[in-house]
């Protein structure tokens, strides 16, 4: 599935398809996770920015980053941390080569939750929870 059809498919609309990593509608905040990214033996299932993302020199300033800033800082405020997802697959910088919204429904009920999150670099850590309570943190 293309990129911007995997938000579509979750009621989120990109922007700026080809620069924006998050989206946002009047109910929710959606992330892109790039699946190389995600630690899948941890449990819960887990990806931090600062440990997979490569070197923040690569990505802090790009438009991306500060529209992801932003609608994390929404989905703490907002929403208790949770997010919609896309699972993206591809070689980060270098471009998708298919996308996959994220389905609690079809992931035993799990869904992605920001658990820590830097509000200067962009830093984030997301945890693939059931929908309950769990601490959020800052970097």
Known sequence: MLYSEAFQKLG???VRPRLDWTASKDDGICV???KKEIDWEARPLSMSSQVRSGPLEDWVGRHGNKLR?????????????WVDAVIVEGEPG???DRAEPWRPEARQGLKWRVVAFDVET???????HQMRDVGVANL
């Open 12 to 14: 989120y609309r990109l």
């Open 32 to 34: 892109s996770l790039w």
């Open 69 to 81: 800033k932003k609608h994390l800082a929404v989905a703490l405020k907002e929403y208790g941390g």
């Open 94 to 96: 270098a471009g998708v």
């Open 122 to 128: 962009g830093h984030f850590t997301v945890e693939a």
